[in-house]
């Protein structure tokens, strides 16, 4: 059976490849794929924050990071620089989704400059947070 962590990375990853999707198609000039893209990549994106929050709150225990030596250092700036970008991601995405909404493409571009490349990196951090945690450094 798959775990819950499993589901919740596998999300993350496919919200990065969504995401990558729809950079490639806006550049394109593509801008209803790029829309279809970017708004299935904020639905697995909501799905595993959901996920996220409801495991959370039901289980309350902690999986520590195993890795020792020059490891730790390395998977503590990464954690940190995910978790807080983690946060402030979510309201970016939800004012560069609504700017687009609103057809205001202009103030869209502006601030999705930031939303996209900042979102793409709290994805792809959160898969290599889980492999670090629950696959190569997995705790015994």
């Given at each position: 059976m798959i775990s819950n962590a499993a589901v919740n990375a596998c999300l993350n990853g496919l919200s990065g490849i969504l995401l990558a999707c729809g950079y490639a198609a806006i550049r394109a000039g593509k801008k209803d794929v790029h829309k279809a893209f970017m708004?299935?990549?904020?639905?697995?994106?909501?799905?595993?924050?959901?996920?996220?929050?409801?495991?959370?709150?039901?289980?309350?225990?902690?999986?520590?990071?195993?890795?020792?030596?020059?490891?730790?250092?390395?998977?503590?700036?990464?954690?940190?620089?995910?978790?807080?970008?983690?946060v402030v991601i979510v309201p970016l995405i939800l004012v560069t989704l609504r700017r687009a909404w609103l057809e205001r493409f202009d103030k869209h571009r502006l601030i999705a400059r930031w939303t996209l490349p900042l979102w793409?990196?709290?994805?792809?951090?959160g898969v290599i947070i889980y492999f670090m945690v629950y696959q190569i450094y997995a705790p015994r």
């Open positions: 708004l299935s990549a904020f639905g697995a994106s909501t799905i595993f924050l959901i996920s996220y929050v409801i495991y959370h709150l039901r289980e309350h225990k902690l999986v520590f990071f195993q890795g020792q030596g020059w490891i730790r250092p390395v998977y503590f700036t990464l954690l940190t620089s995910h978790t807080i970008l983690a793409f990196y709290v994805s792809v951090t």
